[in-house]
């Protein structure tokens, strides 16, 4: 679960970047000897929220924000467009019967994007505030879904509904939404 939940995402990190063995040593206490790294794509904008699913064959899941788009790719078909319009999707993760829980900047809300492409809102609001820009996601063994909240990623102060930057949980999808 570890290598899940932190080493992707630093390994996705490193992946998009042009990285050579010979002039950035390869982290020997994260990786294998003899892993060697490759590069997926080019082209792309400012990716973040990498996601892997074993279905399928393999596929990792990503946004590519400036682009308002989330990505797939695998190793057969490369890169290819998941989800058109993305509304600035940053963070995402995955529940544990396979659905991707979504951060959309835009819309500044959590969602879930169920199997036939339609979404489900899980958090947009606290007190009657709109959230600012909610950012990073990660679900928990026990179905909460916990994001940050940050000030950042809105067009200026006058756009923030909130000056505190968060963490918040849902308890599920049905559940009461707590700031931390």
Known sequence: ???????????????????SPSTQPLPTDLL??????????????????????N?????????????NELKRWDEKSGIATYRAQSFHTNGNTRTRDGL????EQANRRVVVLQKDATTTVVADHFKGKKFNSPNDVVVKSDGSIWFTDPTYGMAGPAARNREA????????WRGHLRRR
């Open 1 to 19: 679960m570890i290598f899940v939940n932190i080493l992707i995402p630093i390994l996705f990190s490193v992946l998009l970047l042009d990285i």
């Open 165 to 172: 930057r968060r963490v918040s949980r849902r308890a599920g």
């Open 55 to 67: 279905e399928d064959g393999g596929y990792l899941i990503f946004s590519d924000i400036p682009a």
């Open 32 to 53: 294998a000897p003899d892993a060697k790294l490759s590069r997926l794509a080019t082209g792309l904008g400012f990716t973040e929220g990498p996601v892997w699913f």
């Open 100 to 103: 991707i829980v979504s951060c």
